[in-house]
């Protein structure tokens, strides 16, 4: 297959210098809004540069993989729709229902196979708590809690654009405990402050977010999520059933510590430094199973209605805290 990959960032880079080496990869060509950028990396990995995203698509790519701004994802998956290819793109769908569900029904007329991304659905972890929550190992699941706390802001031009914690940082989450918990979010009741970096501020948004969630089989959830963690990525679930109770993301790198007398120390590389620290095998996944899906034999693991689904949760978060109460999800239309 000839991929097509219009984003040459950081996460695009990556995806680049991970796709080169999927089976069934033949050729990869990168785009980017700046060309110096996709022409450089390009010619750091062998691959081919287009000047634009259009020029790329006229090259006879088979599948498109877009990986650039938020604010370009609407237009670019259009693009791919409207060129009958399969189309991965990054998280989010679109930061508004009214673009999502534009999106959505572009993609269902066109017939293509849209995979959002996702990557904690491909977690050994995540995936191994899903399983035991399907298997009814846990019993019936009382609470789960979720934290999220980047390492350290991302820079000052991405915060305008980003969405807002909620949207941005979170939807990871919301869509996590949709897939390991087979529930959706009914209710959201979140606050969000700024504590460590007042740029967040001048734009509304927050860098300091918690949510209490309730899940549609009556499961409560507890979700936190910062933009500055000085000790490391810090990406955990909790899940506490009637039977069991189960942790993801909690190893030797967690980068939190007991204070309790005789508890083991951190491992001496504890704190992933990024995302791609500690998803790194799952991306891979993401994107190997994304080649698959577009050469028609896997099933889409991730689709624009699961991203609509996680943004209606993402929005809900953003009334509530707006209006300092609960808010029903089915309140967002």
């Known amino acids: ?108 007329r066109s017939g ?39 390492p350290e802001p991302p820079p000052p031009a991405y915060i305008p654009a980003s969405g807002g914690i909620f949207r941005d940082l979170h939807s990871h989450d919301f869509d996590i405990v949709r897939w390991v918990t087979g529930q959706e979010v009914e209710e959201v009741y979140a606050d969000g402050a700024v504590l460590a970096d007042q740029t967040f501020a001048r734009y509304g948004d927050a860098d300091t977010a918690v949510c209490v969630l309730r899940l549609t089989g009556g499961t409560l959830g507890i979700m936190s999520g910062t933009r500055r963690d000085p000790l490391g990525y ?29 508890a083991p120390p951190p491992g001496p590389a504890a704190g992933y430094r990024d995302f791609i620290d500690r998803f790194g095998a799952a991306y891979r996944d993401e994107l190997t199973t994304f080649v698959a899906v577009a050469q028609g034999l896997a099933p889409n693991p991730c689709s624009g209605a699961d991203a609509r689904a996680s943004l209606r949760a993402a929005l809900a978060a953003d009334r509530s805290r707006a209006e300092h109460r609960p808010v029903r999800v089915e309140e967002v239309s």
Do not use: W
């Open 234 to 262: 810090d990406v955990r679930m909790e899940l506490f059933g009637a039977a069991d109770s189960v942790a993801v993301g909690m190893d030797s790198r967690m980068p939190l510590r007991s204070v309790e007398p005789g």
């Open 1 to 108: 297959m000839h991929i097509g990959l219009i984003g040459a960032g950081r996460i695009g880079a990556f995806h680049a210098s991970v796709l080169i080496q999927v089976p069934g990869v033949d050729a990869l060509s990168i785009a980017d809004a700046n060309p110096d950028r996709s022409a450089k990396l390009a010619a750091d990995l062998g691959a081919r540069s287009a000047p634009s995203a259009q020029a790329l698509l006229d090259g006879g790519v088979d599948a498109l993989v877009i990986a650039a701004a938020t604010s370009a994802h609407p237009e670019l998956i259009q693009l791919g729709a409207d060129a009958r290819l399969p189309t991965f793109c990054e998280k989010p769908l679109a930061l508004d229902l009214e673009a999502a569900d534009m999106i959505i029904e572009r993609v269902r």
């Open 112 to 150: 293509i196979t849209l995979q959002i991304g996702f990557q904690r659905r491909f977690d050994a972890g995540y995936r191994e708590a899903r399983r035991r929550v399907e298997s009814g190992a846990l019993g019936g699941l009382y609470v789960v809690r979720l934290a999220t706390h980047d």
